[in-house]
């Protein structure tokens, strides 16, 4: 079974979501701002991807940073 990570109001995860009920794919929805992140899943996706790929600099959140916080991560 697959698991898709992600907040319930991201668009591209609404879409995740529907393409797989409308394939019949079995999937479980792992809602981060109900679930957390699990720490074991983050550490692998650090190792694996880096932390560019994991923050998202084009969400209202990153945007609503100030320069000195975004310098900082």
């Known amino acids: ?4 990570y992600g907040i319930p109001n991201c668009d591209t995860v609404k879409k995740a979501r529907a393409w797989l009920g409308a394939q ?3 999937h479980a929805f792992h809602d981060f701002k109900k679930h957390g992140v699990p720490e074991a899943a983050l ?3 650090l ?11 084009k969400g ?5 940073l100030d ?5 900082a991560v």
């Open 1 to 4: 079974m697959i698991i898709l």
């Open 24 to 26: 019949g794919v079995a």
């Open 43 to 45: 550490d692998a996706w």
């Open 47 to 57: 190792a694996a991807l880096g932390w560019e790929a994991l923050v998202n600099r």
């Open 60 to 64: 209202t959140t990153w945007r609503g």
């Open 67 to 71: 320069d000195a916080t975004r310098a």
